[in-house]
């Protein structure tokens, strides 16, 4: 089963056990449980129906299964009653799991970089002291958010698609809303560290490797340093 495979009315199983019936809309097709007021777009999910989000969060949300049209299902229902189950995940064992192919840092960097291009951050040359502050004020912003005890990720929804009013921490509903929060924050930095890379044209991957085995080699605390 692929993503193309699915059909409105379909219901997906995730892996954490949650149950969402497919539904067509004018931006797509997407997974909703209309009783938990939960939303998943189908643009989340790679060809295999596993999450893209692939941190603890994300595994949760890998569709196990999908079943099919019933003779007594109503339009809104996340059910199984009354439904076929059409295909199931057969789990890789370890030996035949596939690996994933990740993107090294500097393709990363690049597409970063020519983002910031296209977005005309670049019509000028940015000098160095620039990119530092811009990083130093990314860090601040981290530095805020935390000490206002916010999640370390979340966004909002200025039209309450979700049915809440406050912050929004399950990703697996993201419609592209502006991402807040302190781990968002010191992403931030590290994009604009990634971007300035690939404007200087500095090898981040073998750069990267090249420090933290040097770190690896260094004195207990470095020495006896305090921080």
């Known amino acids: 089963m692929k993503k193309s495979d699915l059909k409105p009315g379909y219901v997906v199983q ?15 097709m997407i997974f909703v449980d209309p009783q938990k007021s939960l939303w998943g777009q189908l643009e989340f999910y790679n060809d295999d129906l596993t999450h893209i989000i692939r941190d603890e969060i994300g595994k949760s949300h890998d569709i196990i299964a999908i079943y099919g049209f019933g003779d007594a299902v109503t339009a809104c229902e996340a059910t199984t009653e009354n439904r076929k189950l059409l295909w199931s995940r057969e789990e890789p ?5 596939p690996l994933i192919i990740q993107q090294n840092f500097n393709d990363f960097a690049k597409a970063v970089h020519e983002n910031a291009i296209n ?19 990314e860090l601040s912003e981290a530095l805020e958010q935390y000490r206002d005890n916010k999640p370390m990720a979340y966004f909002w929804n200025e039209n309450d698609l979700f049915g809440t009013d406050g912050e929004i921490t399950d990703l697996d509903v993201w419609t592209n809303e502006k991402l807040e929060g302190v781990a968002v924050e010191m992403i931030d930095c590290v994009i604009r560290i990634f971007d300035w890379c690939a404007s ?3 090898d981040i991957d073998r750069l990267i490797r090249m420090k933290h085995e040097y770190n690896k080699s260094r004195e207990y605390k470095h020495g006896g340093k305090l921080i």
Request: charged share 30%; hydrophobic share 30%; aromatic share 10%.
């Open 119 to 137: 977005h005309g951050w670049y019509d000028q040359k940015r000098s160095f002291g620039e990119i530092v502050a811009l990083c130093h004020s």
């Open 200 to 202: 200087e044209k500095i």
């Open 93 to 97: 064992s370890e030996a035949t799991e």
């Open 14 to 28: 995730y892996r954490c056990g949650d149950l969402r019936m497919v539904v067509q809309t004018t931006k797509g």
